[in-house]
């Protein structure tokens, strides 16, 4: 995952919240005035956040961002977070265990969904008859917590942009482009693995085995249309390839599959079917 693009109403409102509450700092090489490119403390991007002074909020039935997913290196730095947000008194919209990591939940100053997690040894991830088996339990978070310690600097080395979730409008035209079309594996799907296809309302794909690289899902957005592109929220989200030639082996395949492709340079820019926006590059 390369880092996540987002619009946003207020630049200095947003730029507040993710200096000031996460900690995260901006690459005084990578911004202006309307946009600002935000990286952790090793420098790594995660985040690039662009002004849109008169931008609308999202209509609640539309398809786009259901959160962007930070990952932690381990538990010590979730526990930090987490007192973080609690010292800074910021509004927590939930906290789970789903058997393959522990997570916090919260938005942003323009509603946009935030996840930071910490995920647990693949020896330990839930399986079912040979499948992954992710579920949502309570997160312990007095044990988390208790992990903490030393004072906050911000996110830590190693932080890295984790997965992206997304509302679609139908999910089984979702996974064919995400499988068919960028290569991803289906690892599970919601409610269960068994789940018939029409009756699943979620589904989790990833490359190398991963829980998820990105997660889609019809809970709030079965049938609906994409927002106005003057709203608030996601322009696009990144996904890394190793090389050119799995560049190109990509574009050959989505153009295949029927998807309409832009050359950005040496980056490719696609659509899903439901009309979020990925960035397909080289990086390592």
């Known amino acids: 995952m390369g880092p996540v693009h987002l619009r946003v109403a207020d630049m200095?409102?947003?730029?507040?919240?993710?200096?000031?509450?996460?900690?995260?700092?901006?690459?005084?090489?990578?911004?202006?005035?309307?946009?600002?490119?935000?990286?952790?403390?090793?420098?790594?991007?995660?985040?690039?956040?662009?002004?849109?002074?008169?931008?609308?909020?999202?209509?609640?039935?539309?398809?786009?961002?259901?959160?962007?997913?930070?990952l932690v290196p381990d538990r010590a730095s979730l526990g930090a977070t987490l007192r973080r947000l609690l010292d800074t008194r910021y509004p927590l919209q939930g906290a789970s265990d789903h058997g393959v990591s522990e997570a916090l939940y919260?938005?942003?100053?323009?509603?946009?969904?935030?996840?930071?997690?910490?995920?647990?040894?693949?020896?330990?991830?839930?399986?079912?008859?040979?499948?992954?088996?992710?579920?949502?339990?309570?997160?312990?978070?007095?044990?988390?917590?208790?992990?903490?310690?030393?004072?906050?600097?911000g996110l830590p080395r190693g932080t890295r942009m984790g997965h992206i979730h997304l509302q679609v409008r139908d999910l089984a035209e979702a996974e064919d482009f995400y499988t068919r079309g960028l290569g991803l594996d289906l690892m599970q799907r919601y409610p269960s693995a068994a789940a018939a296809r029409g009756r699943a309302s979620a589904a989790f794909l990833s490359a190398g085995g991963y829980h998820h690289h990105v997660g889609v899902n019809t809970w709030a957005s079965a049938g609906a249309a994409s927002p106005p592109p003057d709203s608030v929220g996601l322009e696009h989200f990144t996904l890394l390839l190793p090389d050119m030639a799995a560049l190109e082996a990509t574009r050959t395949r989505l153009e295949a599959a029927g998807a309409r492709v832009e050359l950005h340079e040496d980056a490719l820019l696609v659509r899903d079917p439901s009309g979020n926006a990925v960035r397909l590059e080289v990086g390592s």
Do not use: C
């Open 12 to 70: 200095d409102r947003a730029f507040g919240f993710y200096r000031d509450v996460l900690g995260l700092q901006p690459q005084p090489q990578a911004s202006n005035a309307d946009t600002v490119t935000l990286h952790g403390l090793d420098g790594r991007a995660l985040l690039v956040l662009s002004a849109a002074p008169n931008a609308r909020s999202r209509p609640p039935r539309s398809t786009g961002l259901y959160h962007f997913a930070i």
């Open 106 to 153: 919260l938005a942003d100053p323009d509603g946009n969904g935030i996840e930071i997690y910490r995920d647990r040894p693949r020896a330990e991830w839930p399986f079912e008859d040979g499948e992954l088996s992710m579920v949502t339990e309570s997160l312990d978070a007095e044990a988390v917590l208790a992990e903490s310690g030393g004072e906050w600097e």
